[in-house]
């Protein structure tokens, strides 16, 4: 058994928040840990190149509780969460689940969550890293509306991988192989109450499990471990690896509240002309008629394999700093070095070369299409 990772390297006190799972993730040996929306979110097992290859040929678990939720009900949480979001939730039916963005009345990006519609007028949306609980609060004290905006006893845990279909049949039988893509059923296990959804941050074929009573996590953990077993699983970090190939955006790197959503590639996740009224209307349809100065483009980094970087590295062109590589990883199936750079217009193009600052010395890099891989999403579909 594992020496247990020493948690006062990076903690003082009780002020940050574990989760339901974090005892178990201990046990099974995690070996890193970092901050995420004020909980600790473990970051590998294992070296994270043998996650990754875990993730893409068995099955994997994940302790993701740092999604935290925000849970809307009310007589107005319709019209409420629709304020939130561009995105037209009168097609988001009871049962089903969106990626949506959350933004400013400038057309910023507060947070890019998983919305689950669980009622008519009940919502649950599961954060990125920001603190959406005290902006949805703040807008709902001066809104007029009839809501109310809590955290609720959720915590969800993500099995992801090409068997993860095996591990959740044998957990809740057939009834899990009939959800579609975004799609969730709420049941329980052996008395443990859950919403079980078809998404993930992996671009692979996957499931969230939403623990609804914080006081049967390692219940719950123990039990997908032992289901799970057969097809080989094991517990993981998330994988920056498979995330980026698949063309998935973190918020506070990609993306943040000084970013909109036409420079980060999700215009898709826009509504101009839905019925309801959001905030950054305005501005958006001002950004849509007068286009954007600057954009999220995919590179190809020359070199050798680089780490995944801990700062926002410099592109230049012509010698010229111009914008900042802000994701970036070696990816072993590509062979090649790939990530995010937020760069002029004129520079986003496929094919632009570009110069990137690595700690290692300046390299060159070009432009490539975005996702790497699989820009159908056909894998998580599946």
């Not at 001066?142 to 090409?162: A, F, K, N, W, Y």
């Not at 893509?181 to 499931?207: A, K, N």
Request: aromatic residues 10%; proline residues 6%.
């Amino acid at each position: 058994m594992p020496e247990p990772f020493d948690m006062r390297l990076i903690q003082r006190g009780a002020r940050l928040r574990r989760s339901p799972f974090f005892e178990a993730t201990l046990r099974y040996g995690c070996r890193a840990y970092t901050v995420y929306n004020h909980m600790f979110l473990p970051s590998y097992y294992d070296d994270p190149v043998n996650e990754y290859w875990h993730l893409l040929n068995e099955v994997t678990l994940w302790d993701v509780s740092v999604e935290r939720n925000t849970e809307i009900t009310g007589a107005d949480a319709f019209r409420f969460t629709s304020l939130l979001t561009p995105r037209d939730l009168s097609k988001c039916a009871v049962g089903q689940g969106k990626y949506v963005l959350i933004t400013t009345e400038q057309g910023g990006i507060v947070n890019d969550p998983v919305l689950l519609r669980l009622g008519e007028q009940h919502f649950w949306l599961a954060g990125a890293d920001s603190d959406l609980l005290l902006y949805a609060k703040g807008l709902a004290v001066h809104s007029g509306m009839r809501v109310t905006i809590r955290e609720p006893d959720v915590s969800p845990l993500q099995v992801q991988g090409p068997k993860s279909k095996q591990v959740m049949q044998a957990l809740f039988g057939d009834k899990v192989l009939a959800l579609r893509y975004y799609y969730f059923l709420e049941t329980d296990l052996d008395g443990i109450p859950l919403v079980v959804t078809r998404t993930g941050w992996t671009s692979e074929v996957g499931y969230e499990v939403y623990l609804r009573d914080g006081s049967r996590g390692d219940e719950l953990w123990e039990r997908i471990m032992e289901a799970g077993r057969p097809f080989n699983i094991r517990p993981t970090g998330p994988s920056d690896i498979r995330r980026i190939e698949g063309g998935i955006l973190n918020h506070g790197t990609d993306l943040t509240v000084d970013t909109n959503p036409y420079e980060v590639g999700l215009d898709r996740l826009v509504d101009l002309d839905k019925e309801a009224e959001f905030l950054g209307r305005d501005a958006l349809r001002r950004v849509r008629v007068e286009g954007v100065k600057r954009r999220l483009a995919g590179i190809e980094i020359e070199g050798a394999p680089i780490e995944f970087n801990m700062t926002r590295w410099p592109v230049r062109k012509g010698g010229e700093s111009i914008g900042q590589v802000t994701s970036a990883i070696y990816s072993p199936r590509l062979g090649k070095n790939i990530g995010y750079a937020m760069v002029p217009v004129a520079h986003a193009g496929v094919g632009t070369e570009l110069e990137v600052d690595t700690p290692g010395g300046a390299v060159r890099a070009v432009v490539a299409p975005m996702p790497f891989v699989d820009p159908g999403k056909t894998i998580p579909k599946s």
